[in-house]
């Protein structure tokens, strides 16, 4: 059995982003740049105004001045003359500050009588003039490859000029539940049958991941029906199948895809829940097996899947972010498997994270997966440790689970 470090690194080692597409910027929320966004232009164009006033020399706006308003610059429409001595411009907000002008009368501090205007408050050069290019200029890089857009970057491209963007094309994660108790949702079920909750909770878990996910027809306990399932998806990014991974003798997507071209690189890591993953490539395709179990599936998924979406979707690689939390109750000494707990999360008196270990750890159990808010993370061996100890915690709602 391999260490959790070092299957990720094995995984995420042997992955390599998808390629690039053109997308319109409207639809580039979430998605990652294969392609860096330079400047079209340069912001603002022109020394703009940012308040509402008067355009002025500052020489001659000096407290209880009056000066000659000789026109008005309202947004999107320049004033074409020129300030000269003793003359003021009716501004706005957003609108280019008209030649011979080096500040801004603010509204506030003049009066206006017809064509003239009183100075209230001496005006300083350059106050309240957004000079050309403060923002940036046409050529810099602004966005660099490999980062994830959000709504601050999109609002920068769209400024930058970018009807279009160049990112990786989403991941395509081809899902593939199998065993013959399974069913999917609404199917009338066999005695003894089981819902099939991995698929669906997996796809949802790839969307969160920026993926898209391909649920295929569930397979049956039979070498044949996973063959042909699994070759139908290798058209994907990767194979993700759930069930199957174990030692007993209908546990068959080894036995099924060996013939058909699969290749081992690990199977069996040192961790709870989800010892049997197995890790390889079916043809070109990647493939990663998790166990059927439902908590160790979305558990494996959380360590092993998400990371993989991040470098199939060109980010760089990383392990999930753990952070510290102070345990509610005792937790025994660790074995050799490295064990991931659910548990609740509280904010104690000093907003510190306060984590409690769920009674039962049974990796079938759903509900208290989805009623836990974090994984408490015990490496291997790891010393018993008490209330009030510091643990670390893997919390599940950022991402997006
Ligand atoms: N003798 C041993 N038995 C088992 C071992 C072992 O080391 N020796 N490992 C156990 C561990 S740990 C796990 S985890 C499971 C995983 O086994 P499989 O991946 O082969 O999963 P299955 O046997 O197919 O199913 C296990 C369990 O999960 C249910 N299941 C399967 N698929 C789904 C699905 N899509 N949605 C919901 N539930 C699903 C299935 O009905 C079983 O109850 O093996 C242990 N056994
Ligand atoms: O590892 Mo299994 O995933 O303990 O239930």
Redesign the pocket.
Known sequence: MIRVEEARARILGSLAPTGPETIPLPEGWGRVLAAPVTARLTQPPADMSAMDGYAVRAADATESAVLRVIGSAPAGHPFAGRVGAGEAVRIFTGAPVPAGADGILLQEDAEADGTAVAVRETVRPGRWIRPAGLDFRAGDVLLHPGKRLTARDLGLAAAANHPWLTVHRQPRIGIL???D??RLPGEPLPAGG??????HALAALVRAGGGVPLVLP?AA?DADAIAMAADSARSCDLVLT???????E??LVQQALGPQGFALDFWKIAM?????LIWGRFGDTPLL??????V??LVCGVLFLQPALSVLSGLPPAPPALQAAVLTAPLPENDRREDYLRATLERGTEGQLLATPADRQD??MLRILANCHALIRRLPHAAAAKAGDRVEVLELAPLGL
């Open positions: 539940a199998t065993g108790e399974i089981i819902v099939s909750s991995n698929a569930i306990d759930t069930g199957g991974a174990s030692v007993g209908h546990d709870r829940p989800g010892k049997p097996g998790l166990p059927g179990n439902p160790s599936a990796s079938s």
